[in-house]
C-alpha cells in the first residue's frame, strides 16, 4: 500500500463514518463500554492479587486470650498450644504490641482519637503450624481452650482463601464478560460498517469489473472499523484512567480500611491496560469489517 | 482474442445458460451476439468476465485459460476488458469525470495519469462539456457514452457489451453503436450482445445467433436473423 492508496483509503473511512456518524457514535460507545469493563475488571482483579500477596504472610492462627488471666496462665496455655501436633512456632502478642499493630494496620488516624480510655486491646498468641492441611486439625484443638483463658481462635486463612475464590470468580466471570462484550462490539461494528458496504454496494461492483482488487476494496472498510474500534479503546482508557487516579487518590482518607486500599500504581495497571484496550479495540474492529465486506467480494 | 472449447453452463436449478459452445473471436472483431430473450447472451459475457463458472469447458482470453485462475487473479483479468451494461452502473454521487476517473484510481493510476487520459477519453466519447454535470444531470446516451468512456478509459484490448443500447432510443442508440465502431477502429475487440435488428442489419459485422444456449448459426458480415 502506497502513501497515494492510504491517503485515498483514510478518506474513503473517514467520510463514511461522518456520513453514518451516528452508528458510528453509537460503535464508539460500545466499543467503549466493552473495554471499560475489561479495564474495571482487570484493575479490582489486579488490586485483589496484590492486597493478598501481603495478607499471605498472616497465614496463622490467631487465639485471642482473656484479658483477666495472669502471666502464669498465660505461660501454661502456651504450653497446652505447643503439645499440639504440627504447632511449629508460637508468638505471644502482648497488649503493647497488639496496640502497635493495630496503629500500624490502620494508621492513628482522626476516628480512633476519639476512642481514648477504651479497653486495652486483648493479648493473643500468633501459632504458625506446619503446613496449610493441619490447620483445620490446630484449630480444633484450640477451640477446646474457649473458657480457659481463650475468648477467641480466628482462622486468618478464612479471609485469605475467601479472597482468593472470590479472586478466582471475577477472573473467570470477567474473561465471560469480556469474551461475549467484544463480541457483542464486533457485531455492532460489523452492522455499522454494513451500512457503509450497502450504501456503496454499487461502487464494490464496479470496482470489481473495473478490476480493482480485493485488498483495495476491503482497506477502506478495515480502515474505518479500526478507527471505531480505536476510538472506543482511547475513550475507555481515558474514563478508566480518571476513575482510577481518583480511587486510588483516596487512599489517605479511609483509616479503617488502609490494608485495602493498599493499591496498585495508576503506572503499573495502565501499562498493561492501555496497549491492551487498544490492540483488542483494533483487533474488534478488523474482525467486524473483515466479516461485513466478505460476501460483497465474490463478484 | 477469445477461444471458446466446448462450454456448458447449466445453473444450480438446472436452467440451461449456454450449452456445447465453441467459438473463436480474433483480435480486432467486432462480435454481435444475436437470439431471444432467455436465449443466453447474457449468460455467454458473464462466462467471458468470469462473474460465472463454466460448468464444463475452457474458455481462453489473450491465450490464458481463464477458468483455473484463481479468485486473486480475477482482477487482472478484468483489467483486460472493458464493459457496459444497459443500466449503465454510474455512480451517481460522482461527476461524469470522476465516474471515469473512478476505474483509473481503483487501479492504482496516478493522478498525473487520470488528469491525462481523462479528458481525452471524455473528448473522444463527446462529454468533454458534461465533465462535471452528475448521471442524474444526463440523458441515457449521455449516461451510457460515459459509461463506455469508462471501460475504455484504461485502454483494454477487449470491450464487452451487454445490450447497451437497450434502454436508448433508436437515434441514441445510433450515436452509442458510432463511438463502439471508433473503438473497434481503433484496435479494440468488441463483443456485444444486442436485440437491435436494424443496427445489426446495417453494420455489417460478424453475428453470432445462439438458441437455447447453441450457437445456431455465425455469419461473416451477416444480418440480424429473423427466423431463429
Ligand atoms: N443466475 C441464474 N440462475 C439461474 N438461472 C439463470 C441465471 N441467469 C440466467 N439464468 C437462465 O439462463 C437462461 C439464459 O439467460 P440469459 O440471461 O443468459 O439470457 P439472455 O439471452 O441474456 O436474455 P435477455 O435477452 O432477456 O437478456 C435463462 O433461461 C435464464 O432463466
Ligand atoms: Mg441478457
Redesign the interface.
Known amino acids: 500500500m502506497n502513501i497515494r492508496n492510504f491517503k485515498h483509503f483514510l478518506g474513503e473511512a473517514l467520510r463514511s463514518i461522518f456520513k453514518n456518524r451516528l452508528m458510528s457514535i453509537a460503535s464508539v460507545i460500545t466499543v467503549a463500554s466493552c473495554l471499560l469493563i475489561l479495564a474495571l475488571s482487570y484493575s479490582v482483579i489486579s488490586n485483589l492479587d496484590h492486597m493478598l500477596s501481603g495478607l499471605s504472610n498472616d497465614l496463622e492462627l490467631s487465639a485471642f486470650l482473656d484479658n483477666d488471666i495472669s502471666d502464669t496462665e498465660i505461660d501454661a496455655i502456651r504450653d497446652e498450644i505447643l503439645r499440639i501436633d504440627h504447632v511449629v512456632d508460637i508468638h505471644f502478642v502482648s497488649h503493647q504490641e497488639a496496640e502497635e499493630r493495630f496503629q500500624e494496620r490502620f494508621g492513628d488516624g482522626n476516628i480512633l482519637r476519639g476512642l481514648e480510655g477504651r479497653n486495652a486491646l486483648p493479648r493473643s498468641f500468633d501459632i504458625r503450624v506446619n503446613s496449610v492441611e493441619n490447620q483445620e486439625f490446630v484449630k480444633n484443638n484450640l477451640d477446646l481452650l474457649i473458657g480457659r483463658g481463650v475468648t477467641d481462635v480466628v482462622f486468618v486463612e478464612d479471609v485469605a482463601e475467601s479472597f482468593v475464590a472470590l479472586s478466582r470468580g471475577l477472573q473467570i466471570g470477567s474473561i465471560t464478560i469480556i469474551a461475549f462484550l467484544s463480541a457483542v462490539s464486533a457485531i455492532i461494528i460489523m452492522n455499522t460498517i454494513k451500512l457503509t458496504v450497502n450504501s456503496r454496494k454499487n461502487e464494490i461492483n464496479i470496482m470489481k469489473y473495473v478490476g480493482a482488487t480485493d485488498w483495495f476494496i476491503r482497506w477502506p472498510f478495515i480502515i474505518e472499523g479500526v478507527l471505531i474500534g480505536l476510538f472506543g479503546a482511547l475513550l475507555a482508557v481515558g474514563v478508566s484512567l480518571i476513575a482510577y487516579t481518583r480511587v486510588v487518590g483516596y487512599e489517605a482518607d479511609i483509616p479503617l480500611i488502609n490494608f485495602l486500599t493498599d493499591f496498585m500504581p495508576t503506572s503499573a495497571i495502565f501499562a498493561f491496560l492501555i496497549p491492551f484496550c487498544v490492540l483488542l479495540g483494533v483487533a474488534i474492529g478488523v474482525v467486524g469489517s473483515t466479516i461485513s465486506i466478505r460476501k460483497h467480494l465474490f463478484v | 482474442m477469445i477461444y471458446l472449447d466446448n462450454v456448458t453452463k447449466i445453473y444450480g436449478n438446472g436452467a440451461v445458460g449456454v450449452k456445447n459452445i465453441s467459438l473463436d473471436i480474433k483480435p480486432g472483431e467486432f462480435v454481435f451476439i444475436v437470439g431471444s430473450s432467455g436465449s443466453g447472451k447474457s449468460s455467454l459475457m458473464k462466462l467471458l468476465?468470469k462473474?460465472r463458472e463454466p460448468t464444463t469447458g475452457n474458455i481462453y482470453i489473450n491465450n490464458t485459460n481463464i477458468t483455473v485462475l484463481s479468485?486473486?487473479e480475477i482482477?487482472?483479468?478484468?483489467?483486460q476488458m472493458?464493459?457496459v451494461f444497459q443500466d449503465f452502473?454510474l455512480?451517481p454521487n460522482k461527476t461524469v469525470y470522476e465516474n471515469v476517473a473512478?476505474?483509473m484510481?481503483?487501479?492504482?493510476c496516478?493522478?498525473r495519469e487520470i488528469r491525462r487520459s481523462v479528458p481525452a477519453v471524455l473528448a473522444m466519447v463527446g462529454l468533454q462539456r458534461k465533465a462535471k454535470a452528475y448521471p442524474n444531470q444526463l440523458s441515457g446516451g449521455e449516461q451510457q457514452r460515459t459509461a463506455l468512456a469508462?471501460a475504455i478509459v484504461?485502454k483494454p484490448p477487449l470491450l464487452i457489451a451487454d445490450e447497451p443500447t437497450g434502454n436508448l432510443d433508436p437515434d441514441t442508440a445510433w450515436e452509442i453503436m458510432e463511438i463502439l465502431d471508433d473503438i473497434n477502429y481503433m484496435g479494440t475487440t468488441i463483443v456485444l450482445a444486442t436485440h437491435a435488428k436494424e443496427i445489426v442489419d446495417y453494420m455489417q459485422k460478424r453475428v453470432i445467433t445462439i438458441k437455447n444456449g447453441n450457437v445456431l448459426r455465425d455469419i461473416e458480415k451477416g444480418g440480424y436473423d429473423d427466423e431463429y
Open positions: 468476465l462473474e479468485h486473486k482482477p487482472y483479468l478484468r483489467r472493458g464493459v452502473r455512480l473512478f476505474a484510481q481503483v487501479i492504482g496516478s493522478p469508462r484504461n
